[in-house]
């Protein structure tokens, strides 16, 4: 019989709504109830794409012996992390101070005040590796419980202690200058991996955040160095088995330090961030891999993760069933055995496509199989060869069992989609994905915006989901508004975004400057989330620092300006020490450092010459700078939809550009040359 999860919408939720737990969704009633019988709550926090939590699921959650445990001694709370950041953050900040590590599963005990005393991640069914069972887990819960209620409740209320003593105070750290800046690169440079890119060693994940900074510090430096970490890093991540050599799109992270073997579920998060990166690099660098990765990691989007409702799912799945087993298993859709090559190849393109793709007869992988990959001595394949091989395996492999897709529609991705699909249309000259972003766009403001333009979470079906929006979700949306407008010339996606910026400055931001992740009238958690470090996206407080400087920029709003500002404190701060982890604050840095610049395009809508002069202002690489394109606007403020239009006025009524930073603007050009050498880097 389904369990209280059936009426939710999240598909992770559902994944458990059959389970003999009773479980609750996160709600007052839940610990009104564990109140009443004078028991512990269990809260297990996860998300549907997470290979572990299935684990745990199968092993604990649908075995009827431990369910009846739970039931008897416990409220068990499910969450999904996707939709509840806010629940998610405070417990796991409980869970790293107290652990030392953090992930998901994510296993929580606290009182029915929500207040932690027992905390870890996965648990399993038997003792091991040094990990008790969950079953152990449990009893050693309830015995404390029941036989130590006053050393549980110290426990509870020193670790609510601590964690509110945890707030942080950036806003008057100072804004972040050039020294901080190559203090970070260097950081960077430290923990960068020569052998095989990217930084650190296994799990290695892909640096979306710290790539663009190191593309825009090159932008505005010239610093060779911090182009050659991005572009080789980008070339290791586009060969490794990290990326879909067939699909597109990219895993959630390499499980080795060479990006051989993925952790195989795929986050749109990951993708769009990733896409707009190999954009960026072939902008700066013209490097067809880059041209290539990046279309066909846009294409993935649109293929396998839009919905009938023209958002974006949140993920595929890292398990599918295995087709000769009938289990579910990681990477069972992607890995090829040399024989199963050759069965839907043929014997000679088979053959050519083991060495081309890195395919062994040991296998990469596991069982024998291999992780498509494209090894640097691979064989030389004639371009129209290759796009036959590669057609008819992915036509065999859309026979298999396909891996889940996770199709609720989060706001603050779709935002981040919006910016890379509407930037990758407008380079590569692909209206289709442009329409595409707007589709997306269009749907967060006919159902996550409301009335008063505040954000909901999360939809799915079309129908809106219960969850504000947070901190991320307004600084992600805004900036993909933003550069939907620089791209389109539309201004209504201007004004939406100052929507959004307008309600981070009243409902976000501490007098002092600094952001919460959670709005002033969100529902009160034993700690108000505050997390400032970039990890798998950009954070809200960098993404909102972001959107405010941009759209102070279009705008001239000293307000905004300085509310970026503040907010960059933590970059100031955080980035000369922990470079890797404030990656989209850098970025934002390098933006404020350069001005950023903005552009004024004007011309007659039919002049193909202005088409011409806007897509060479889109292609200009320096840093965050911001866009305006339509017809010249009247100095009585008639005319057009762009504040940075107002009084610019045709050369020899040919369309014009006009470039300005720091209250200076540089001469109006009609040529697309001189408008790309005044976009080009700042050498010092």
């Known amino acids: 019989m389904p369990n209280r999860l059936a009426n939710e919408t999240s598909p992770y939720l559902l994944q458990h709504a059959d389970n003999p737990v009773d479980w609750w969704p996160w709600s007052p009633e839940a610990f009104a109830q564990a109140r009443e019988r004078g028991v512990p709550v269990h809260l297990s926090v996860g998300y549907s794409s997470c290979h572990w939590c299935h684990v745990l699921a199968g ?5 009827e012996l431990t369910a009846a445990y739970m039931n008897e001694n416990f409220v068990n709370i499910k969450v999904d992390r996707e939709e509840r950041p806010d629940v ?4 796991m900040e409980a869970v790293q101070a107290a652990t030392g590590q953090g992930g998901w ?3 929580v005990f606290m009182t029915a005040d929500a207040e932690p005393f027992y905390f870890g991640t996965y648990f399993p069914p038997e003792p091991r590796q040094g990990m008790p069972s969950f079953m152990q887990v449990l009893e050693g819960v309830r015995t404390a419980w029941v036989g130590r209620p006053e050393e549980v409740a110290e ?5 609510v202690r601590d964690l509110a003593g945890r707030e942080l105070d950036y806003g008057k750290a100072g804004t972040p200058g050039p020294e901080e800046l190559a203090k970070a690169l260097l950081g960077l440079t430290r923990e960068y991996d020569a052998a095989h890119g990217g930084f650190g060693g296994a799990p290695k994940f892909p640096p979306s955040m710290a790539l663009e900074f190191l593309l825009r510090h090159h932008a505005r430096t010239g610093s060779e160095g911090a182009l050659q970490m991005a572009a080789d890093t980008c070339e290791a991540m586009a060969r490794g088995g990290i990326y879909d050599q067939l699909g597109g799109g990219f ?22 961030l990733l896409c707009r990166v190999y954009a960026h690099l072939w902008r700066a660098t013209g490097s067809d891999l880059a041209r290539r990765v990046a279309l066909e990691t846009a294409d993935f989007m649109v293929r396998e993760l839009r919905t009938d409702q023209g958002g974006f799912a949140s993920a595929l799945d890292a398990d599918s069933e295995d087709p000769l087993t009938g289990e579910h298993v990681e990477g069972a859709y992607y890995a090829w055995t040399p024989a199963q090559l050759r069965e839907v190849l043929g014997e000679a393109d088979g053959d050519l496509a083991v060495g081309y793709f890195g395919v062994t007869e040991e296998g990469t992988f596991e069982h024998g199989t291999s992780v498509l990959q494209l090894p640097q001595d691979g064989p030389a394949v004639e371009a129209g060869r290759l796009a036959s091989i590669k057609e008819r395996l992915l036509a065999a492999r859309g026979r298999r ?15 981040l989609a919006i ?12 209206p289709d994905l442009v329409e595409r972003a707007t589709e997306a766009a269009d749907l967060l403001v006919r159902v996550h915006m409301d009335g008063r333009a505040r954000l909901s979470r999360t939809s ?5 989901g219960t969850n504000d929006g947070v901190l991320e979700d307004y600084g992600d949306v805004a900036e993909g508004f933003l550069a939907l407008a620089s791209v389109t010339g539309e201004g209504v996606w201007l004004e939406f975004a100052g929507f959004l910026v307008d309600l981070v400055l009243d409902r976000f931001t501490a007098e002092d400057g600094s952001l919460y992740d959670t709005a002033h009238d969100a529902e009160k958690l034993i700690r108000r989330p505050q997390d400032p470090t970039d990890t798998a996206a950009p954070s809200g407080w960098t993404a909102a620092a972001g959107a405010l400087l941009s759209y102070a920029a279009h705008t001239g709003s000293q307000a905004h300006r300085t509310a970026a500002e503040r907010a960059l404190g933590v970059v100031h701060a955080l980035g000369p020490r922990v470079p890797r982890y404030i990656g989209h604050g850098l970025s934002v840095a390098e933006a404020l450092l350069d001005g950023p610049r903005e552009v004024a395009v004007v011309g007659h809508p039919e002049d193909p010459a202005l088409a011409l002069l806007h897509r060479t202002a889109l292609l200009g690489t320096a840093p965050g700078a911001v866009v305006a394109a339509g017809l010249a606007r009247a100095a009585d403020g008639g005319g057009a939809e762009f504040p940075l239009l107002a009084e610019r006025t045709l050369v020899d009524d040919l369309p014009t550009a006009y470039v300005c930073r720091h209250f200076v603007c540089a001469r109006p050009t009609t040529d697309p040359a001189e408008l790309a050498e005044q976009l080009g880097a700042v050498r010092p």
């Open 251 to 272: 895993a959630r992270y390499s499980v080795d330090r060479e990006w051989v073997v993925p952790h195989f579920e795929k986050m749109l998060y990951d993708n769009a």
């Open 88 to 91: 998610d953050a405070v417990y």
């Open 401 to 415: 069992p396909a891996p889940g897709r996770d199709d609720k529609i989060v706001a603050a991705w779709n935002g």
């Open 460 to 464: 799915r079906d079309g129908q809106v």
């Open 59 to 63: 092993e604990s959650f649908e075995d």
């Open 155 to 159: 426990v509870a209320q020193r670790i």
């Open 105 to 107: 599963p994510m296993t």
């Open 419 to 430: 910016a890379a699909l509407a930037e990758c249309g407008a380079y590569f000259e692909r």
